[in-house]
């Protein structure tokens, strides 16, 4: 049980930690340094090519980049280490919630985004520090228990999905003839819903063919871009709490990373950071309707209450 007295100890640790260490020049922190980032990009670009071999690899990389919401290469680098991570935060950062990383525990190195620099054709570059974060299954005493996830009304998560969007859904008959109960026409650019469909149903339709929407201006058509759009609302729908997601879009993965033994990790990547970007945006369009239904909703509440 943790209290007042384990102050004591940690500070008794750190205290061995800093006296076994010894002191190096500004010359060899350096180079330790670059030795430590060069390996961690080594282990992001070995993982690129596993994080794409099959479905299930796949899949289990984009549950962890809806769940971390880290970078492309820091989500690699979680998956090689830790693949089961939940929440991650750096020592100083669990102390300051009163959480505590139990002794032993072994940290989850990742790269952190440091100072800019000009490279020599004058392009700007980033430097990138290696930092220690450690997963909440990681913490000692009921701090360890992973946060439950959020619940949303499904009513509310649909006005979040239309929320500023410039393709409002066009409600047709049940008995119209669609490839999908909730589809978006690439040809017309009209987006269709089918009337009486279940709401997580709807939801879900409606996530995906907001992918489709978002990709229309990379691609020419629904069977190219439906790798990318199925894998950006795979995400979402992890994100929301939406377990029902059919998953039989990654067994296109080989056909989609053809020949991805002679490619650069770096092109894999590019391709993950489209599909990344593509559901940061509708992720936080989403939570940004979401943020302004729950302020009308106090505001007519205060109203009520004021009357």
């Not at 997601?245 to 990547?269: C, L, P, R, V």
């Amino acid at each position: 049980m943790n209290n007042v007295y384990d102050i004591f100890n940690e500070t008794k640790i750190e205290q061995n930690q800093t006296e076994k260490k010894p002191q190096l020049s500004k010359k060899e922190y350096a180079e330790m340094m670059k030795e430590k980032r060069q390996a961690l990009f080594t282990m992001a670009n070995e993982q690129t090519f596993k994080a794409v071999a099959d479905p299930e690899a796949y899949l289990q990389y984009l549950k962890l980049q809806s769940s971390l919401d880290y970078t492309v290469t820091n989500t690699l680098l979680v998956m090689a280490q830790a693949p089961q991570s939940t929440m991650l935060k750096d020592y100083s950062n669990w102390r300051k919630t009163n959480k505590y990383v139990s002794k032993g525990a072994k940290g989850i190195s990742i790269l952190e985004p440091g100072s800019e620099f000009r490279r020599k054709d004058g392009s700007i570059g980033m430097n990138y520090n290696p930092k220690t974060v450690f997963d909440i299954s990681q913490l000692s005493g009921k701090g360890s228990l992973p946060p439950l996830p959020t619940k949303y009304d499904i009513k509310e998560l649909v006005g979040a999905i239309v929320h500023h969007v410039a393709i409002k859904p066009t409600v047709v008959s049940a008995e119209s003839q669609m490839p999908q109960d909730v589809y978006f026409d690439m040809e017309q650019n009209e987006l269709y819903v089918k009337q009486g469909l279940e709401p997580k149903a709807m939801l879900t339709g409606l996530i995906r063919e907001y992918c489709y929407i978002e990709c229309a201006e990379q691609f020419n058509t629904r069977n190219e871009a439906r790798f990318t759009a199925e894998s950006a609302a795979y995400m979402i729908a992890q994100k929301f709490g939406l377990d029902n997601y059919n998953t039989s879009f990654a067994n296109n993965i080989y056909g989609y990373f053809e020949g991805k033994e002679q490619k650069d990790s770096k092109d894999i990547k590019g391709e993950l950071e489209n599909i990344k970007n593509i559901k940061d945006s509708i992720g936080e369009r989403m939570e940004h309707g979401i943020f302004v239904q729950q302020q009308n909703r106090q505001e007519k509440q205060a109203d009520r209450n004021a009357r």
